[in-house]
């Protein structure tokens, strides 16, 4: 298993993948940082676990597009979709954690 460092949203992250997905990954990441950049500058100053929520909010809209066309080149493959499906996953649990210590941290102010 291999670990690939990455940077979203200008912060990095340490994902684990298969030998030989390293570069792929690197890419559905560089994908996922552009839509969480896009996110910023459309809505501007925001925190990191909201930037990642529109960036998500974002990626699964482009995704139901695609597939509401109908068959296109453009579609992902089930693999290329089941990674996506997995980083987002990944996204959304970070995003619980921060929503969690934002919580606790204003019950406690």
Do not use: W
Request: aromatic share 2%.
């Amino acid at each position: 298993m291999a670990s690939v460092d990455v940077e979203i949203a200008s912060r990095g992250y340490s994902v684990a993948c298969r030998d030989g997905e390293e570069a792929h990954l690197r890419s559905l990441a560089a994908i996922v940082d552009r839509k969480a950049r896009d996110a910023a500058a459309a809505v501007g100053s925001m925190g990191e676990a909201r930037q990642l929520l529109f960036a998500s909010l974002l990626l699964a809209d482009e995704l139901k597009e695609a597939r509401a066309s109908g068959p296109a080149a453009s579609v992902p493959e089930p693999e290329t979709e089941s990674l996506i499906a997995e980083a987002l996953e990944r996204l959304a649990e970070r995003m619980e954690i921060l929503a969690e210590r934002l919580e606790s941290g204003a019950r406690n102010a």
